[in-house]
């Protein structure tokens, strides 16, 4: 069964694809988090990274090809991964007031339904991976385990966010694993790094919800730090900035990239100097939203500064 999209409260304003699309897609868009695209972005940007150190590390352009790709790939599986976990935490969504309205806990779309789009956008991630070399083919099948046990792990544990971390990093192996059809320390030190870069903002994000999570029985890292959440996601960052650090030197890169890790370690200092988890409740959703947001910023900056890199690198 399909209606109309109400806005969701983690959405963006009025998204020109919700306004332009029929109104029998707009709940499905919304399963796909369209209207929420930070976190394809998030999803994105390891395997940007991870591609750009590799080009840094071949001394070679950057693979256009392979960052077209990864936005497609992005895309999908971020709207599949949410599918998914959207049709198993239903009945957990319909008691948090930030999720009750989705489509799912809502009624505007059946299981059934949401299972068709599941399989849609999965063919579509699964296209995009088949395009690409048979060892990142057989890299990329190895995540979904990662995926699918992730929507269970808040009922188990205080520390969902550490397999979502560790599956929505995936891409920081990926990059690599495409440019070269193989792995070396430079891809697996990123990948640690954004996995602890994860952890933190999922951490923020988390924050939202931590009244209706108590009451629920959810577990979350927000919950497991309680008052000493700045720290918390203060040591997590920290160690995402040496991980990365550790990246970097490992592929060879010079002085643009590393202006490109200073300027992500600073965003992320800015954003645990702006934590506030003492706020009213209302407000701290409001501030741990947008701090959440920023993070595509932030992954940019170090994309940036890797991709410049290469480029510079290619051309000398």
């Known amino acids: 069964m399909t209606g109309t999209a109400e806005r969701l409260p983690d959405a963006v304003d009025n ?24 976190g394809w972005w998030l999803l994105l940007l390891p395997c940007w990274q991870s591609s750009a150190l590799a080009s840094v590390r071949a001394g070679a352009p950057p693979h256009w090809r392979d960052l077209a790709l990864f936005l497609i ?21 319909a008691g948090v007031e930030r999720t009750r309205r989705r489509p799912l806990p809502s009624g ?15 063919l579509v991630g699964l296209a995009v991976l088949l395009s690409l070399n048979r060892f990142s083919i057989a ?8 995926v699918a046990v992730y929507p269970f792990m808040k009922r188990v544990t205080s520390w969902p966010q550490a397999v979502l971390g560790a599956a929505f990093a ?9 440019a070269f059809g193989s792995l070396a320390p430079a891809p697996v030190l990123l990948y640690a790094g954004a996995i602890f870069w994860t952890i933190g903002y999922d951490t923020i994000y988390a924050l939202q919800d931590v ?25 997590l960052y920290a160690a995402s900035v040496i991980s990365v650090a550790a990246a970097v030197i490992a592929a060879g890169a010079g002085g643009l990239a590393l202006a490109g890790l200073i300027g992500f370690a600073c965003h992320l200092g800015w954003q645990i100097l702006n934590l506030d988890p003492g706020a009213e409740s209302a407000a701290k959703g ?20 890797l991709f410049a890199e290469a480029l510079r690198l290619s051309i000398l």
């Open 211 to 235: 009244e209706d999570d108590a009451i629920m029985g959810i577990g979350s890292t927000a919950r497991f730090f309680g008052s000493s959440v700045r720290a918390g996601v203060g040591c």
């Open 170 to 178: 995936w891409g920081a192996l990926m990059g690599w694993a495409a």
């Open 15 to 38: 998204p020109f694809i919700l306004r332009l699309a029929p109104q029998s897609w707009r709940p499905f868009l919304q399963l796909a988090r369209i209207d929420r695209p930070t």
């Open 108 to 122: 505007r779309v059946s299981v059934a339904a949401a299972a068709a789009f599941l399989l849609a956008q999965c």
């Open 73 to 93: 790939g992005a895309i999908a599986m971020r709207g599949a991964g949410s599918t998914y976990n959207d049709i198993i935490d239903r009945k957990l969504d």
């Open 286 to 305: 409001v501030d741990a939203l947008a701090l959440f947001r920023s993070n595509r910023d932030a992954g940019l900056i170090l994309f940036a500064g």
């Open 139 to 146: 890299l990329g099948f190895s995540s979904l385990a990662l």
